[in-house]
């Protein structure tokens, strides 16, 4: 997966693209390229293995003044990372140049066909077939010459191209990776994601599978692959230029972690009407609820534990079997899936590759699907029957935190609604929890508030070899979610566990430098956790414990504890993983390093 974008104005746009690449990193940083078109008419290419400030420095201050240009920050999947294989990628005659992100699964047959045709290809890269298929298909006219290119292509795409000799001309394309046009005053841009290009317009147009736009200042055409005019609504982002910088904070997992009241607030905004909750998205599939005698959860990650507390919400208040599936195994060993069966797919970016495939397969079984995603027009909107956004804003950190949250609140929220709309809870039931959750944003806010220690503690934590988590219950998807973050952004090692599973197995791993980190929140398992806890603590280990403020058991108990409010245990995983994300935040900086973007990851996985 990679980042890219393109421009072509009134404006200088060397510095428009690398300000777009610097805020798409987040999808992939392994190399960086931007090609322009001089005020000369030449064709300008810069590229290196590397972040975009190492192009930067390459470029030694600013590119050649140009009016139109491409960029692309790249995730590597076919051929390594290096200078030769970042992109842009050209073809033979140093005209035409393409950036991609996505796989040309046929790539090696269209290779060979070209290089028999004469064509010489100097990359590892798929991409750089899309290059020459367009050399070979231009006949005047960059968008016919694309879409007769991509008429050959198989495998996902986004796409931009540039012609040196169409000096005002910019073509996208999509195909199962995402895509978005800008317009703005005079002035057009393309982009993975519209924190690119939020600073110069608001007015985006959504493309859709198969879509191929054609832009030129101040305007754009979308058409299918075959030239056929197709009507596009331009939508407004409702996001300020600066809900995407990391707002004073040095790191943007911090700010989107101190952001999360907020995001529960956005999230559950015009769903909460009176004592129900009401989540208008599943009107037009109310009916086709009535039949829903099974709940499938499909997602990756952080969201597949988010997933869990879903699972296990529709379990007892629809009264119906419900389990949450990894995508990537659901996609290969799929449960029984027919119209009885309701599947929620849960994604951050509505672009992860296993989770848009599990759904099309549910949707194809004749299974309901609905989306659960922050993403406005990502391609699992296009999977499912219905779409539950989760309002958080741009999650730019590649560790989800902000989206783990509103994803758990989100399907609460679903959950309630569709068992009221089956008439499986009491109307009092339904005004304790909305009660609830009215209340979650501000002990959200408590709950960073009681994390004021937290770089004391971690720096007390930092030297550990390993950690161990546990929870039961609710208190399980956290103990699962904080492990998940400490792995992925300090590079330590960390399990997550049920906590009655300890004494199965891994509680051969404790010792002084295996932590255990234990979710002790108040529920109705916590004298069985207790006992988990003093198992681990009976091993020497260190115990670090997530308790409810007031207890004044766990203070003797535990080695260190971070407070969280008390709050009903369906809601308790939000709270219980605040100070989880701020104790991995705080190893990662002590152990210095790059929280951002974490080695060997990127923001969403739009391969297998
Ligand atoms: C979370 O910190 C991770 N970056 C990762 O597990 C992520 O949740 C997963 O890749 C799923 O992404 P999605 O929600 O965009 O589908």
Redo the contacts with the bound molecule.
């Keep these: 997966m990679c980042g890219i974008v393109g421009y072509t104005g009134p404006r200088d746009a060397g510095p428009v693209l690398l300000d777009g690449l610097r805020r798409l990193e987040y999808r992939g940083y392994d190399s960086a390229g931007i090609a322009l078109v001089t005020e000369s008419g030449d064709l300008f290419v810069e590229k290196r293995a590397g972040k975009v400030a190492v192009l930067q420095e390459a470029l030694g201050g600013d590119p050649p003044r140009a009016g139109i240009g491409l960029g692309h920050t790249r995730w590597a999947t076919h051929g390594r990372p290096s200078d030769l294989n970042a992109h842009p990628h050209s073809d033979c005659t140093g005209r035409i140049t393409v950036v991609h992100n996505g796989i040309v699964e046929n790539f090696r047959e269209l290779r060979d066909e070209l290089v028999e045709r004469g064509h010489k290809l100097t990359s590892e890269t798929d991409t750089e077939v899309v290059a020459h298929l367009v050399e070979d298909a231009y006949e005047g006219d960059l968008a016919d010459a694309v879409r007769a290119a991509l008429r050959r292509l198989e495998g996902a795409y986004a796409l931009v191209v540039l012609h040196r000799d169409e000096p005002d001309r910019l073509v996208g394309a999509r195909l199962n990776a995402p895509l978005i046009v800008g317009i703005g005053d005079g002035e057009s841009l393309l982009a993975s994601d519209p924190a690119a290009i939020v600073a110069y317009t608001k007015r985006v147009i959504f493309l859709a599978d198969g879509d191929v736009a054609d832009l030129r200042p101040g305007t754009a055409i979308v058409t299918d692959r075959n030239g056929t005019v197709l009507d596009r609504p331009v939508d407004i982002i409702p996001w300020s230029a600066e809900a995407a910088e990391k707002g004073g904070y040095p790191h943007f997992m911090l700010k989107e972690i101190h952001e999360q009241p907020e995001a529960l607030t956005a999230c559950m905004t015009g769903r909460l009407r009176g004592e129900s909750v009401c989540l208008e998205e599943l009107d037009p599939i109310r009916a086709r609820l009535h039949a829903i005698e099974r709940v499938e959860l499909i ?6 534990y988010a997933s869990l507390v879903g699972a296990a919400l529709f379990e007892d208040w629809l009264g119906v079997p419900a389990r949450a599936t990894v995508a990537s195994e659901f996609r290969y060993s799929p449960p029984p899936v027919d119209a009885r069966t309701l599947v929620v797919a ?7 590759a296993d ?1 848009i495939a599990a759904a099309r397969l549910a949707g194809e079984r004749g299974g309901l699907v609905i989306a659960v ?2 993403t406005v027009g990502s391609a699992i909107t296009r999977e499912s029957h219905a779409s539950v956004f989760l309002q958080a804003g741009p999650e730019v950190a ?4 902000k ?2 949250v509103t ?1 758990v609140a989100t399907l609460i929220m679903l959950a309630a609604d569709v068992s009221r709309e089956l008439g499986k809870r009491t109307l009092q039931e339904e005004a304790v929890l909305v009660d609830a959750l009215r209340r979650l944003p501000k002990q959200a806010e408590r709950a960073i508030e009681l994390a004021e220690s937290t770089p004391d503690v971690a720096a007390r934590y930092a030297d550990a070899a390993g950690f161990m988590y546990i929870g039961r219950a609710f208190g399980y998807p956290a103990a699962l979610e904080g492990a ?2 400490i792995k ?1 952004i300090s590079y330590l090692h960390a399990e997550g566990y049920a906590a009655g599973e300890l004494k199965h197995g891994p509680i051969s791993l404790l010792e002084p430098s295996c932590p255990l980190v234990a979710v002790a929140t108040r529920s109705s398992v916590y004298e069985k956790l207790i006992s988990n806890l003093m198992e681990g603590k009976a091993r020497d280990a260190r115990v670090l414990a997530i308790a409810t403020e007031g207890d004044t058991q766990i203070e003797r108990l535990a080695t260190d504890v971070l407070w969280v409010p008390d709050a009903p245990e369906a809601l308790a995983t939000i709270l219980a993983v605040i100070p989880l994300q701020l104790f991995a935040y705080h190893v990662a900086v002590a152990r210095g390093r790059d929280v951002d973007q974490p080695r060997n ?1 990127a ?3 739009t391969v297998e």
């Design positions: 997602a990756c990650g952080t969201a597949y849960v994604t951050q970016s509505g672009e992860t989770t995603t922050n590649v560790a989800a935190t989206t783990f994803q998940l973050k992925e990851l923001k969403s996985v």
